[in-house]
């Protein structure tokens, strides 16, 4: 399952600048030894969606083969949206590597999602945004008498979660099964990382010329492309003059997720030829 570009970068950004202070503690004069980062792969970095709140764990392992331990690492991640609220503070450590032997550590995020303002959190499941992004990383080396610290600020790009919602009006038409009469209205979208395999309210709506309107509701798991088909519920009147005369049409397609809503509405001109 793809992650969402936001959580994947922050990770990315968060090993690298390890990487960095490293690399610069590593040529140091006081250093007389090696140091080796292994990387996880994407694979490794794992997240979940539960109880209202992301959660990202990236592993990384540092082979420290020097004559000194490394102390005291520590990231600090801020993350702010468009308005300049924050949405993410995390605090990971202190963590240590001690000389001699490999250690595995690992960056720690969570974002809380019933914190968030509910416009925000409709632009991250809907809509994407772009955020800003503030990571330090501090650490001691040579029985703590070098400390070293590096900060970096970023813009980082949220991609939407629940996507091209689509009412497939051209194969929409009267249907009865036999107890009810309906209007069956194919629907469709697509939905992308930790909203896959979660449950999403879709609501569709039907109206006609003569002021009837119906709705019907399901709940409908996400996955990586939705395509079911709707029946709203019509009166025996309007089902037989649907499939005499043609009229107007109209429809919505609604889906609710985390108590947010996006909406399409379609017209078309209904004909039974």
Same mark, same amino acid.
């Given at each position: 399952?793809?992650?969402?570009?936001?959580v994947?970068?922050?990770?990315i950004?968060?090993?690298?600048l390890?990487?960095?202070l490293?690399?610069v503690?590593s040529?140091?004069?006081l250093?007389?030894?090696n140091l080796?980062?292994? &990387?996880?792969? !994407?694979?490794?970095? *794992?997240?979940?969606? %539960?109880?209202? +709140?992301l959660? #990202?764990?990236?592993p990384?392992t540092v082979?420290?083969r020097?004559?000194?331990?490394?102390n005291?690492?520590?990231?600090?991640?801020?993350m702010?949206?468009?308005g300049?609220?924050?949405?993410?503070?995390?605090?990971?450590?202190?963590?240590?590597?001690?000389?001699?032997?490999?250690?595995e550590?690992?960056?720690?995020?969570?974002?809380?999602?019933?914190? &968030?303002?509910? !416009?925000?959190?409709? *632009?991250?499941?809907? %809509?994407?945004? +772009?955020?800003? #992004?503030?990571?330090?990383?501090?650490?001691?080396?040579?029985m703590?008498?070098?400390?070293?610290?590096?900060?970096?600020?970023?813009?980082?790009?949220?991609?939407?979660?629940?996507?091209?919602?689509?009412?497939?009006?051209e194969?929409?038409?009267?249907?009865?099964?036999?107890?009810?009469c309906?209007m069956?209205?194919?629907?469709?979208?697509?939905?992308?990382?930790?909203?896959?395999?979660?449950?999403?309210?879709?609501?569709?709506?039907? +109206?006609?010329?003569?002021?009837?309107?119906?709705?019907?509701?399901?709940?409908?798991?996400?996955n990586d492309f939705?395509?079911?088909?709707?029946?709203?519920?019509?009166?025996?009147?309007t089902?037989?003059?649907?499939?005499?005369?043609?009229?107007?049409?109209?429809?919505?397609?609604s889906?609710?997720f985390l108590?947010?809503?996006?909406?399409?509405?379609?017209n078309?001109?209904?004909?039974?030829?």
């Amino acid at each position: 399952m793809k992650m969402p570009l936001v959580v994947t970068r922050i990770a990315i950004v968060a090993i690298k600048l390890l990487v960095a202070l490293i690399v610069v503690l590593s040529i140091l004069p006081l250093i007389m030894g090696n140091l080796h980062l292994g &990387l996880g792969s !994407e694979e490794d970095i *794992e997240w979940a969606y %539960e109880d209202g +709140s992301l959660r #990202l764990t990236a592993p990384f392992t540092v082979d420290n083969r020097g004559f000194f331990d490394i102390n005291g690492v520590t990231v600090d991640i801020e993350m702010r949206d468009q308005g300049g609220g924050t949405l993410i503070e995390s605090y990971g450590g202190p963590m240590s590597a001690p000389a001699g032997r490999e250690t595995e550590l690992q960056v720690d995020i969570e974002l809380d999602l019933d914190d &968030l303002p509910l !416009e925000t959190l409709r *632009e991250m499941v809907f %809509e994407g945004t +772009s955020m800003d #992004l503030s990571i330090s990383i501090s650490a001691r080396y040579t029985m703590d008498l070098i400390r070293f610290g590096a900060d970096i600020v970023s813009d980082m790009e949220w991609e939407a979660m629940l996507v091209d919602l689509d009412l497939w009006t051209e194969e929409a038409a009267p249907y009865y099964d036999g107890a009810q009469c309906s209007m069956r209205i194919p629907y469709s979208f697509f939905s992308r990382g930790w909203v896959q395999g979660e449950p999403v309210l879709v609501t569709v709506t039907f +109206s006609d010329s003569y002021g009837y309107q119906g709705e019907f509701q399901e709940l409908v798991g996400a996955n990586d492309f939705v395509n079911r088909e709707a029946y709203v519920p019509i009166p025996q009147e309007t089902y037989d003059r649907l499939t005499m005369t043609g009229e107007e049409l109209n429809a919505t397609l609604s889906l609710t997720f985390l108590d947010c809503t996006d909406t399409v509405q379609e017209n078309w001109w209904w004909s039974p030829w």
